[in-house]
């Protein structure tokens, strides 16, 4: 498969039939990876059509065009039936062979992509330098937030993103800093306790409501009980004795409790006895 340095088949010296080459594909062996992305389909479908670049595609000897020798980054692959594959630069591709215009035009589509590819490349670059020479704004942009993410997106595509956009990032990725070190603060939640047994639990009301049904209205609270591992919450109804319980209450009460299926740190309680409001919410 290899060409003869002396007898270059694919020169018009050698004996080249013109009329013998049949299109294969497109590639691109340049420096530019972004190009090389571009063309990721071209170079699929060679593969597909058995062309492997290292074993059995003919180069010139010096691994140019097979025409001409002449370096080239984008280039056709071709089979002929002595031959097999040879690799042809676009320069020869359009000059001495009959490409029809099908080909020419995905020779064009194929190069146009590419360098659109690698002119994308530059901007991104450019954007990110500047990014780079901003700290403010290269720190928020670390943070996860997709208004942060669609913001830093344009301004990799356009090359730039305005004053306000750029206060913008740095205003949403302070906020989320602190809602995250707010959270960390939180501590951490404890699963209800997994008993038949009637416990006593001692906890705050978080908030109470009333709840209407065909059987009556009740009024019902949110506690939260703290642990050692944790805080859990309990739902149920307020016994009459304290019915005065509200929001911020220190309450205590046994009952039976009841996990929820959804949320370990989360239940039910029912029946309470001995209830008792141990603390007032502050005035
Ligand atoms: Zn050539």
Redesign the pocket.
């Known amino acids: 498969m290899a060409t003869n340095t002396n007898t270059n088949p694919h020169t018009l010296n050698g004996g080249m039939d013109l009329s013998l080459y049949r299109h294969v594909g497109e590639f691109y062996r340049g420096q530019s990876s972004e190009v090389a992305d571009a063309f990721s389909g071209e170079h699929r479908l060679l593969q597909d059509m058995g062309v492997d670049f290292e074993y059995n595609v003919s180069f010139h000897a010096n691994g140019?065009?097979?025409?001409?020798?002449?370096y080239?980054s984008y280039g056709s692959v071709f089979s002929h039936p002595e031959h097999g594959f040879v690799a042809?630069?676009h320069?020869?591709t359009q000059r001495w062979l009959e490409v029809d215009s099908s080909i020419a035009l995905r020779q064009a589509k194929a190069k146009k992509r590419g360098q659109a590819a690698a002119k994308q490349a530059k901007i991104a670059a450019e954007f990110q330098a500047t990014v780079d020479a901003d700290p403010e704004l290269a720190d928020a942009a670390n943070v996860e937030h997709y208004i942060i993410t669609d913001i830093m997106n344009k301004g990799r595509r356009y090359g730039s993103i305005s004053e306000k956009q750029r206060a913008l990032v740095i205003k949403i990725a302070t906020e989320a800093r602190e809602a995250e070190a707010a959270k960390a603060d939180e501590p951490p939640a404890a699963e209800v306790p997994d008993t038949d047994e009637r416990i006593t639990v001692r906890g705050k009301v978080l908030n109470t409501k009333w709840v209407y049904s065909q059987f009556g209205s009740t009024e019902k609270m949110l506690v939260e009980v703290t642990t050692d591992a944790g805080v859990y919450r309990l739902w149920g109804t307020i016994p009459s004795a304290i019915a005065e319980a509200d929001r911020g209450d220190m309450v205590e009460f046994t009952a039976t409790i009841t996990r929820s299926h959804d949320d370990g740190s989360f239940g039910f309680f029912k029946r309470p006895t001995k209830p008792a409001i141990l603390e007032p919410a502050a005035a």
């Not at 140019?64 to 002449?70: I, L, P, R």
């Open positions: 140019g065009c097979a025409h001409c020798g002449a080239f042809l630069g320069a020869c």
